[in-house]
């Protein structure tokens, strides 16, 4: 019989960290003490000692009170600044300071972020032949990371929608918006995503293009058996999963020269250089796979992977943070989500890929936990803190519904035993 998604993960990783897989409790133990192990760590959130924030400008934007709404037009949002050496990441005042993929929103202090976007108007959505009745550029959550992580974004409502709300999906599923062809459907976070790279607390991607540059040769998926309907909805996520490993790469990069920078001994190193080589292997390997089912793309440039590092005094609190974040939290949840699709999948080369991703992403995990354990040795406080901080912000997205399944059994089962024994050493 085979063993469950999390008990798969959880031997590897613990093994990896030189742990017996009873060591740190048993899921069942985490599970029935993780509530008030996350109350306990949410006091260190920052967000209480942030300046008053600017007034809220003009915007072209139709609230409906509940969170979304739709976009009649432009938006115009608080004015910002950006310091010298400062990236400024997502930040905009207009459409004008994001790239083309992306809008301007509003948030409600008036400060304006950069946000995924399939349409920018309501007159835009109007011009696709599947435009609802009502044409609207609605606001709609997109995954943007692990777990139960999304973000705002902006696409087309569809006479083809599935979804408007939550409600109109089964558990787990949630209503989402795609920003790649359009339309609302019901769907979850796959969470392939490998370690993300991060940059002002958003996770970055390369833009796509035509190409095959990236795909890897001799693995031959099987995907005959899909409808056309399927086999469009495959290629996406497939397409999705490959930049998100792509960005890994330019993750590890970062990780390995700020390594280097505090002086890491050269065993982790070279377990950080090695996880970078698996990123590439794994990209390829997505890309191959959206290949077959028919999306012949390539990532195209990718200069979010040149934003500037943390000065010399901060870079062991950042470093913590982004290796927590991406290792800890979300190359866990990706193992598990691999696991899961290699119990799912159809045809022994498509189970053989995802069963090679959640044991890479496993030991990528492991590795986190070793790099936190060096920074912590560094600066035990600073780490701490963070770590408590970044719990606590999990913690405190607990009670929304994409994260009432996998994503909370996760946190429970494999994450916070860990944190236990870390902040225990």
């Known amino acids: ?33 993780a509530p008030q192990a996350a109350t306990t760590l949410v006091v260190a959130s920052a967000q209480s000692a ?120 089964t558990d787990p599923d949630v209503c989402l918006g795609d920003t790649f062809r359009g339309g609302l459907h019901c769907g979850h976070n796959s969470c392939m995503k490998g370690r993300p790279l991060y940059v002002d607390d958003r996770p970055q991607t ?22 056309a309907e399927a086999r469009a909805a495959f290629a996406e996520t497939a397409v999705r999963d490959a930049l998100d490993e792509h960005a890994s790469i330019a993750a590890f990069a970062r990780t390995l ?8 001994p050269p ?36 200069p979010e992977a040149l934003t500037a590092f943390a000065a010399p005094e901060a870079l062991v609190g950042s470093l913590a943070r982004s290796v927590f974040r991406g290792g800890c939290l979300g190359e866990t949840h990706a193992a598990v989500d691999a696991a899961t699709r290699a119990q799912e999948a159809r045809g022994a080369e498509l189970r053989a890929f995802y069963r090679e991703i959640a044991d890479d992403e496993a030991r990528h995990a ?23 901080e970044e719990l606590g912000l999990v913690a405190g997205s607990e009670g929304s519904p994409a994260s009432q399944t996998r994503a909370s059994s996760v946190l429970r089962a494999l994450v916070l035993p860990l944190v236990g024994e870390f902040l225990a050493a």
Do not use: Y
């Open 206 to 227: 390369a833009a796509i293009r035509d190409g095959d540059r990236w795909t890897a040769e001799g693995w031959n998926f099987d995907l005959g058996d899909l409808s």
């Open 366 to 388: 492991a590795l986190a936990w070793k790099t936190l354990r060096w920074l912590h040795a560094r600066e035990p406080g600073v780490v701490a803190g963070i770590v408590r």
């Open 257 to 264: 020269v700020e390594l280097l920078a505090l002086g890491a």
């Open 267 to 302: 065993a982790l190193i070279s377990e950080t250089q090695a996880a970078l080589a698996d990123e590439i292997r794994h990209a390829r390997l997505c890309f191959a796979l959206a290949r077959a089912a028919g999306a012949h793309v390539e990532p195209g440039p990718f």
């Open 50 to 169: 942030s300046p008053e924030p600017p007034p809220r400008a003009q915007v072209g934007f139709v609230s409906d009170g509940v969170g979304t709404g739709h976009r009649v037009s432009g938006e115009t949002c608080a004015a910002f600044t950006v310091e010298r050496g400062e990236s400024r990441g997502h930040r905009c005042a207009t459409d004008g300071d994001c790239d083309a993929s992306s809008a301007c929103h509003c948030a409600e202090d008036g400060r304006g972020a950069c946000v995924p976007a399939r349409c920018r108007n309501d007159s835009e959505c109007a011009t696709i032949p599947t435009a609802a009745a009502v044409p609207e550029c609605a606001l709609v959550r997109v995954i943007s990371g692990c777990g139960s992580d999304t973000t705002p974004g902006f696409a087309c409502r569809t006479t083809q929608d599935t979804c408007h709300k939550d409600a109109d999906c």
């Open 1 to 33: 019989m085979t063993s469950p998604p999390i008990a798969q993960v959880r031997s590897v990783l613990f093994a990896a960290l030189g742990l017996s897989a009873c060591r740190a409790g048993s899921p069942e133990a985490a599970s029935s003490s």
